[in-house]
């Protein structure tokens, strides 16, 4: 039986703003979880846009293969609550490192989804994954719910913690309208066949004043300048558009929202440059792999550098944070 196929279409025009798209990357392959083809990405000409996407894009209807070997938010990020007394010298000074560079303020934040100063009430996570981030958020009192379409995403962790996964895409739930305070995505919205009904759809569920955190991959980053296709967030075919701190905001008001921000984060920048390193120098990457040795040390250089170069360049983080208002 010979290798399946992901049939594709042409996406000539830029979601955003019609302009056409120029080549970036060409016969990129996924050298993670070994989806087949080869695709190319391409960049709005538009230089107040510069959306990232696909192009030839994957149909709707073959998405699903590109998934068969990949499993949802299973890389573990790293923990920075380990007790100072398990840790070498090393590790230590790293700590220290991150400290002074105010990244370890940055990643508490993240694993809080951006939510964790605002009171609390009901929130959905769209793509939720193994269950962290819901987890993280009851324990700061909010009453959770998450959404993914892998059944399998969820539900082992959740089972015991009366914590609902809806296991549906968004759009077919039919969830009442107004129901949640806050809605969260954390690496999703790249995923998306359309972002902009994607975003349509989550304003509906939103209360009156309520708020969406929209958390994905920054094409404008030092990550993907230095890397370029052997960036890890490239990730085809399965990331359809990617956004930067520019356009996302973009997205969202045309989505309805009535108040809009955005920034970019190197909370994350050390398994980045683990990744990307090993997609430069072996050309694959095997996921449920130990970093150790050479990869660990450019994975922490990787995440002092791009923390330092955010401090210059504020829109350089390896990912776009965007919170929107209904």
């Known amino acids: 039986m010979g290798e399946k196929i992901i049939n594709a279409a042409p996406r000539p025009a830029c979601l955003l703003c019609g302009s056409a798209g120029r080549l970036v990357h060409a016969h990129l392959r996924d050298r993670l979880f070994g989806a087949p083809g080869e695709w190319d990405l391409c960049r709005c000409v538009n230089r107040d846009c510069g959306l990232h996407w696909l192009d030839p894009m994957p149909v709707a209807e073959d998405i699903a293969l590109a998934y068969e070997g990949y499993y949802t938010h299973g890389q573990a990020a790293e923990d920075d609550e380990v007790p100072a007394r398990r840790l070498s010298m090393l590790d230590r000074v790293y700590r220290l490192a991150l400290d002074l560079a105010s990244i370890t303020e940055a990643r508490r934040f993240a694993r809080d989804l951006y939510l964790g100063g605002e009171p609390p009430g009901r929130l959905l996570e769209v793509g939720c ?57 954390n690496h999703v919205i790249e995923h998306a066949v359309d972002p902009l009904a994607l975003l349509q759809e989550c304003r509906r569920l939103l209360a009156p004043g309520g708020q969406l955190v929209v958390v994905t991959p920054n094409t404008a980053s030092i990550g993907h300048r230095l890397a370029g296709a052997d960036w890890r967030p490239l990730e085809p075919p399965r990331h359809l558009f990617l956004f930067s701190v520019r356009n996302l905001p973009v997205l ?4 309805g929202y009535s108040r809009v921000e955005a920034w970019s984060t190197a909370a994350n920048a050390g398994s ?55």
């Open 129 to 185: 994954g193994d269950g962290n981030g819901l987890l993280r958020l009851k324990s700061l009192g909010w009453q959770v719910e998450g959404q993914d379409i892998d059944p399998h995403a969820g539900a082992h962790r959740l089972g015991d913690s009366n914590i609902r996964v809806h296991e549906a895409p968004l759009e077919e739930l039919h969830l009442p309208q107004g129901c949640y305070n806050a809605i969260a995505m």
């Open 252 to 255: 969202a008001r045309r989505a």
């Open 272 to 326: 980045v440059g683990v990744v990307s390193w090993d997609l430069c120098t072996r050309g694959h990457h095997k996921v449920d792999e130990p970093t150790a040795g050479i990869p660990k040390l450019v994975g922490a250089g990787f995440q002092i550098l791009a923390s330092l170069a955010l401090k210059i360049w504020r829109n350089s983080g390896e990912e776009v944070v965007l919170r929107a208002w209904k």
